[in-house]
Every structure is written in C-alpha cells, then in structure tokens.
C-alpha cells in the first residue's frame, strides 16, 4: 500500500566535519530550494521544525555507519537525509522527500508480464557451494531480448528488486540457506532518479531479509557519468542495508579512485580479465587485485569463467567465488532451487 506522499529523490547532501558544513544540492524552482547552499548545522536547524532540531547535530557526530535523519521544515514539508560515512569526517547521501519511507507491498508490486528473470548461481572456491546468484533480466515473447518500449529505466530497476526480492526469500526459506544473496543490477540513471533505497528498504523488510543480502551491482563506466549524485546514491543503499558491489572491475581508468570513495563489500572482476587467466602478467594483475579486495574487507567475484578445471587456478589466485558457464547459464527460480538442493 503506497502512502499519499510516496518517498522521492530530490537532491543530494554532504557532510565535512571539518569546518562543520552540510552542502545541500536541492532541485531549483520547487519548494525545497531554498536549501541549496552550504550550512552549518545551526543556520540549517533555523528551517527546521522544532521537533527536528538537534537531530542533524546526533546523527552526524557518531562518525560511522549509515545517515537516516527524518525533518520536518518549518514549511511543512518533510525531508529525509539518508546515506552514510566515508569516513570519520565525512559522509554523503540522498535527499529525499515524503512523509515516510514507504509502506510497499509487493503484491501492489507487480512486475510486468513480460519480464521473466533468470538467475545465475555464484559459486564458493572455497567449497563448490553456491553462495548467492546474479538476476538477469530476460522478456517473453518473440524477438524480446531487450525491454518492450514501455519500459522505463525506473520500471525496469524496481521490477527486478521485486522479483530478485521474492526469489530470494523463496530460496533462502525452501533450501534453509540463511546464507544466500543475490546480486542486481543498477545502472547510474536508475539509482540517482528513483526511490530504490526505499523500495529496497521495503523489500527488506517485507521478506525479512538480513543486511547485503540485496546487493547492488554498479559499474565503474557508468557511475562517473554524474559522479556526485552516484556517490549519494550509493551511500544511501548503505544505509538501508544494501550490499555494493563494484562490477566490472579492471575495464576502467579510475577503479582505485572509487574503492577509496566508497566501501564496496565485493567485487567483480571482468571477464576479459579472466578469459586471460593462466598468462603471467593476468595472473599477477589477478593476485595483486585479490590481495587488495581482502585487506579492504571484500570478497572477489570471477566472472564469465567458462572452464572448470579453471577453478583451482583462480582459487590459488586467491578469488573467493566465481560465476560463468562452466558452472551454469541463468536459470529460472524453479531451477535455482533443484540446483541448490543437488
């Protein structure tokens, strides 16, 4: 059931601790405009509510962990700041508006007809086990193999949080895996110009799924289209509890730039990286990337590996998971479960 003033993106923030100052990106021309600008937590607190005051002061001395800071303008109108710390001293996010975040019910949350997600098992090196699975999106019908034209980016990007949502919850319960996540992918324009932190929130919630069981591919190419607004983004899946994974990693120019902005739980390496496993500079690439991943606390992914025997070599490398054909193609829900539970 959707509320009367739904959650939506309307800007974006960033905290320094030092000097002390909130930068508001506010949309112009609407009535949130008037906090554009630089603030000191005091100077903001004057537009404020006063049940809101003090708020920003609490949530913004912690210095860790995830922003969500509900406000209430003088105006009025409701605002919420959410996101998360990059460090001590600073922190970024969404500004979003709305009474609340949203009371979604997935059944009032139908994905289109045509859309038929598959999934893609992610396989331990560890053990062999299946850990997670990427959602891959696919349509009905003749000749679909992109979406009908319809589709929008936001419909396209809620859809398969709702599907990978169920799915996910279907497996973890029906295999009695705790354990298991599911990768989705987002590009920039979906994660910057939508409610996902609140509908992911939602999802979360309704299925009673831990934190980073979601977790949300991004790639680096896409991001820096609009660098700001996706660091926003991002920090506000962080603070609903959304795993980031960092895909595609070693086809940019800037990768190590985006691992120190955001704390990335996992990444994925191209599959043109691995296609050259077994050449000595791959393999010293390969082991100089993993050994990075684990002493910044992720867990790295080997996409698009296509042979088996494939396996040990990237596990010596020191890969934690891998994901290809060699293991299996994306499959339905229905397969994903006998393939769990062979």
């Known amino acids: 059931m959707a509320l009367a003033k739904p959650v939506q993106a309307q800007g974006s923030w960033h905290w320094r601790s030092e000097p002390g100052r909130l930068e508001i990106e506010a949309p112009t021309g609407t009535s949130l405009s008037d906090l554009g600008g630089v603030w000191s937590i005091d100077a903001l607190e004057k537009m404020l509510e006063g049940l809101s005051r003090g708020r920003l002061a609490r949530v913004f001395a912690t210095g860790d962990g995830p922003v969500r800071c509900p406000l209430r303008l003088s105006s009025g109108h409701d605002i919420h700041l959410v996101g ?45 086990r299946v850990v997670g699975f990427e959602a891959l999106a696919r349509w009905t019908g003749p000749g679909l193999t992109t979406p009908p034209s319809r589709w929008e980016d936001q419909a396209l990007a809620s859809n398969m949080l709702i599907r990978s949502a169920e799915t996910l919850a279907d497996l973890r319960r029906e295999a009695r895996r705790d354990d298991l996540f599911m990768h989705v992918n987002l590009t920039a324009r979906e994660l910057t110009k939508s409610t996902i932190p609140a509908l992911i929130d939602a999802l979360m919630n309704s299925y009673d799924l831990p934190k980073r069981a979601i977790r949300v591919e991004l790639t680096e190419q896409a991001a820096l289209r609009d660098e700001t607004k996706t660091l926003a983004s991002a920090m506000a899946l962080k603070a609903v509890g959304a795993g980031l994974v960092l895909d595609d990693f070693g086809t940019g120019h800037s990768s190590f730039a985006w691992l120190a902005d955001l704390p990335f739980d996992s990444l994925k390496i191209d599959h043109g990286l691995t296609a050259k496993l077994g050449q000595a500079r791959t393999d010293t690439i390969l082991a100089t990337i993993t050994l990075l991943a684990s002493r910044l606390n992720m867990s790295t992914t080997a996409e ?16 934690d998971n891998a994901q290809g054909f060699a293991f299996s193609k994306g499959i339905d829900a229905k397969a994903a479960l006998s393939f769990l539970k062979g």
């Open 84 to 128: 998360a710390f990059i460090s001590e001293t600073e922190a970024r996010g969404m500004l979003l508006t709305g009474e609340d975040f949203p009371e979604f019910d997935p059944v009032d949350l139908k994905p289109g007809p045509d859309l038929v997600p598959v999934y893609q098992p992610i396989i331990s090196l560890r053990d062999g």
């Open 304 to 319: 698009g590996v296509e042979k088996r025997e494939d396996a040990a070599r990237l596990r010596a490398l020191g890969f």
